[in-house]
């Protein structure tokens, strides 16, 4: 037994959706097991194992790496915010790039979602989360939303993965990253992270040097 954890329920505003979140040092790559036991309403608890894969080396970019200066499509580069955003309604945060951010030195929260064709079902709770916290930080903090698809409208069977989802490497959706001043990325979120928890991780953003 290397760790163990309690894994509480993460769901603040993501409307019925959410994770259990257990947090768990790995210091070594490799094969590893986690043994999973929950506690059922009516009945015996319920144990599982699940096998996964540890890397010396993230995929994704991680904490402490320099982001990606992306230059995904901003609402001065289609007729329609529609074209880049496939919620209903689209959302506000297609105004900057992540390059135009980071450029301009602002603290930046970046959500990568597609509402309308989500695999996990959980794109479109994720981006109202982060709607909920835009009233509350948006002098401070810059709110950008990434469509995972292009080239949807009018034919959504046309759509395809866009180059900036490509270039960050990802094998799953949504996801969220909190990049600081000097471009610099802070805290990254796979699935779905919950109100509470991103506000935590805004917090410790905002109130570091």
Request: with cysteine.
């Amino acid at each position: 037994l290397k760790g163990e954890s309690d894994a509480p329920f993460r769901g603040a505003g993501l409307e019925g959706r959410g994770l259990y979140v257990a947090n768990v040092r790995f210091d070594a790559a490799g094969t590893w097991v986690a043994e999973i036991t929950a506690q059922r309403p009516n009945g015996a608890p319920k144990v599982m194992r699940l096998a996964f894969k540890v890397t010396d080396k993230p995929t994704v970019p991680a904490p402490g790496q320099p982001a990606p200066r992306s230059h995904n499509p901003t609402v001065r580069d289609v007729p329609d915010v529609s074209y880049i955003d496939s919620g209903q309604p689209p959302d506000d945060m297609h105004q900057l790039s992540i390059a135009d951010a980071i450029a301009q030195h602002r603290p930046t929260l970046v959500v990568f979602a597609t509402p309308a064709f989500c695999v996990s079902q959980t794109c479109g709770p994720q981006v109202h989360a982060v709607q909920q916290l835009e009233p509350r930080y948006r002098n401070r903090l810059t709110f950008i939303h990434v469509e995972v698809y292009q080239d949807f409208k009018p034919d959504p069977s046309k759509r395809r993965l866009t180059d900036t989802f490509v270039a960050w490497q990802f094998q799953t959706e949504p996801w969220v990253f909190l990049i600081d001043s000097k471009g610099t990325i802070r805290d990254r979120f796979e699935a779905t992270a919950d109100t509470d928890e991103l506000s935590r991780a805004i917090d410790q953003l905002l109130a570091s040097p």
